[in-house]
């Protein structure tokens, strides 16, 4: 049962709130969620009724795990069967590993990553909201309320709902954004993702296969199920029938044999997929006065490093962060936090971006440098620990101009075995053997 109160979309309700938050998705409800343990009263609205089947968001990184630990969702999700995956091993095509990042080396009580379906997760946020969060399904927010400059409210289905603060959690298109002045320019990869779930005897694994293909990405979810991203050209799966999809997957498995034993699952659940279109961005700026942006309709990264979502539930825990802080709901009071929360989230923001995108180019095309990269990377414990601590969400580990060279083999690096300072104490007090 949701701890905060879910109303049908003919259901009255109070036209004044501390906040509104629009949309219900991760960012969505994460934002309601940190809002409302400061006490405010909050309203989130969400014109669909149900939450969407969507085969993305399903990993959360240690960071996040924190976050949630404290919201109470972490311990729903372990609940609901949740899987705690210690690693991740990118590999080649035949299944050699290249580069093994080691969660149980990380500095936080929650040193692995948490996997579970979209909707459980999106339940078990759901269920942690505060007595002081409302929920309003079916209702359509038709823009923005101004007075002079700022942002005080939007209007739902007729109706002007003022608050202190809005939140724009309305996703990639957000309609809210645009009208807001907002801007978030948007770079497509030349490639998406085809996502299967796999069921059957399929072993627990998560692995990355760097394959002439592009990338094959499995990772376990609960119920013995396997998820499986395959990289695709935009219409490279449009119109083919049960043969040509039967040729098609022999095609992928013949050029990933380290799928071998998922292989079976793989033809079998062939035909029920979605595709997903594959992009970065990051808004130039997050906030307006009386409006913030969250998750993607603010910023977007390239799956593989699975930090979309997370991102999201730092953008929630950051943004409640600066207005607690800041101590009052008063005007001049949330903009000076609303422009502490963009000067924050940008910065880290821009860096998780650039990691993402750095590994997927690292996975999924086959780039001399690219290639390099991943080697270097895989062999240097220094530098792929670092990497590992800002994937994870505990904070952004620089790699400097020198270690780039060092990644790609230009220039040796005579501290390539040597952990960071954080990954030795961590090691030494025993938490690795988690």
Request: aromatic share 4%; hydrophobic share 40%; with cysteine.
């Amino acid at each position: 049962m949701s701890h905060g109160h879910d109303a049908d979309c003919d259901t009255d309700y109070d036209t004044e709130y501390d906040a509104v938050v629009c949309g219900a998705g991760v960012a969505g409800l994460s934002a309601a969620c940190a809002l409302g343990r400061l006490g405010h009263r909050v309203l989130v609205l969400e014109k669909r009724p149900e939450p969407q089947q969507v085969a993305k968001g399903e990993v959360l990184q240690p960071g996040s795990l924190g976050i949630l630990r404290e919201w109470g969702v972490a311990d729903r999700l372990e609940a609901a069967g949740a899987l705690r995956l210690e690693h991740l091993v990118a590999r080649a095509a035949d299944g050699t590993p290249r580069m093994r990042l080691d969660y149980g080396h990380l500095p936080t009580p929650q040193p692995w990553l948490l996997a579970h379906d979209y909707p459980t997760i999106l339940r078990a946020l759901g269920d942690s909201l505060p007595p002081g969060v409302e929920v309003r399904r079916g209702a359509l927010v038709e823009g923005l309320v101004r007075t002079g400059d700022r942002v005080t409210g939007v209007r739902c289905d007729g109706t002007a709902v003022t608050a202190a603060l809005v939140v724009a959690a309305d996703g990639v298109s957000s309609r809210l954004r645009r009208e807001a002045g907002l801007t978030a320019p948007r770079s497509d990869y030349p490639h998406r993702l085809a996502a299967f779930e796999l069921t059957g005897t399929v072993p627990p694994d998560f692995s990355a296969y760097v394959t002439d293909g592009g990338l094959r990405l499995r990772y376990p979810l609960p119920g013995g199920r396997v998820r499986l991203y395959v990289q695709v050209a935009a219409d490279e799966l449009r119109g083919l029938g049960p043969d040509g999809l039967r040729a098609w997957s022999d095609r992928v498995l013949r050029g990933c044999p380290g799928l071998d034993p998922v292989a079976e699952a793989f033809r079998a659940g062939v035909a029920d997929r979605q595709v997903l279109p594959v992009s970065r961005t990051l808004a130039p700026a997050l906030t307006v006065p009386g409006l913030a942006l969250v998750g993607e309709s603010g910023h977007l990264v390239h799956p593989m490093a699975a930090q979309g979502m997370n991102s999201s539930i730092a953008d929630a825990h950051t943004l409640a962060a600066m207005l607690r802080q800041g101590g009052s709901l008063q005007d001049d009071v949330v903009d000076h936090a609303l422009r502490r929360y963009d000067t924050a989230r940008r910065h880290d923001l821009h860096h998780i971006g650039r990691t993402s995108h750095n590994a997927a180019r690292m996975i999924t095309g086959r780039s001399w440098i690219g290639d390099r990269a991943l080697t270097g990377t895989g062999a240097n414990d220094r530098i792929r620990h670092e990497v590992m601590h800002t994937m994870s969400g505990l904070g952004i580990r620089r790699l400097t101009p020198v270690d780039r060279l060092h990644q790609i083999g230009v220039l040796p690096d005579p501290r390539a075995a040597r952990l960071p300072g954080w990954a030795r104490t961590v090691r030494g007090s025993g938490a690795a053997a988690r």
